[in-house]
T-cell receptor
């Protein structure tokens, strides 16, 4: 069975500093995708970044980058130059293919990030 | 390009009632998935629809059902509501297949009293 583990329930970072949010995953599939989402208190799940299992380069999207280490099965999110607006819950998710031909996202438990002045 | 639209944003229902939630995906997206988010269980997969067909369903009782229309809009229905059904219900829109995209709506916050 596929599983996502986020071991940091809460993190604090100073404004303008970089922060790394940890994510490890477990799957026997060769083809999979990894997503990071941000969920502010309003509840909306905001897509941040995607990494495919066959992508050789780490994904980047503006201030977000994904440190993908396939052999270690980790997909850590790095946020550079943190801003107060980055304070939110962050979820790591893995897309798994299902026998019915579809797919679903399996989520970790999330990391609550607080950016301080 | 419009995002994923979920209606209503908030709902308060009484135990035993039923409720219908709606999700309009991004234009051109054919896959809609539903998730339930609670403090205790986190984010759990409910079901996925693609081209009006339910392809997969999560581990939820039969009280939870859904459908997808020809324009890809999807509805989910929960009958005989229980207090434990109180949750944030999120729908995700993607083109289909093993897509690299999965965008969520703002969610519907359901409270059962």
């Amino acid at each position: 069975a596929q599983k996502i583990t986020q071991t940091q329930p809460g993190m604090f970072v100073q404004e303008k500093e970089a922060v790394t949010l940890d994510c490890t995953y477990d799957t026997s599939d060769q083809s999979y995708g990894l997503f990071w989402y941000k969920q502010p208190s309003s509840g909306e799940m905001i897509f941040l970044i995607y990494q495919g299992s066959y992508d050789e380069q780490n994904a980047t999207e503006g201030r977000y980058s994904l440190n993908f280490q396939k052999a270690r099965k980790s997909a850590n999110l790095v946020i550079s130059a943190s801003q107060l607006g980055d304070s939110a819950m962050y979820f790591c998710a893995m897309r798994v293919l299902l026998t019915g031909g579809g797919n679903k996202l399996t989520f970790g438990t999330g990391t609550q990030l607080k950016v301080e002045l | 390009k419009a995002g994923v639209t979920q209606t209503p944003r908030y709902l308060i229902k009484t135990r035993g009632q039923q409720v219908t939630l709606s999700c309009s995906p991004i234009s051109g997206h054919r896959s809609v998935s539903w998730y339930q988010q609670t403090p205790g269980q986190g984010l759990q997969f409910l079901f996925e629809y693609f081209s009006e067909t339910q392809r997969n369903k999560g581990n939820f009782p039969g009280r939870f059902s859904g459908r997808q229309f020809s324009n890809s809009r999807s509805e989910m229905n929960v009958s005989t509501l229980e207090l434990g059904d109180s949750a944030l219900y999120l729908c995700a829109s993607s083109p289909g297949g093993g897509s690299t995209e999965a965008f969520f709506g703002q969610g519907t916050r359901l409270t059962v009293v």
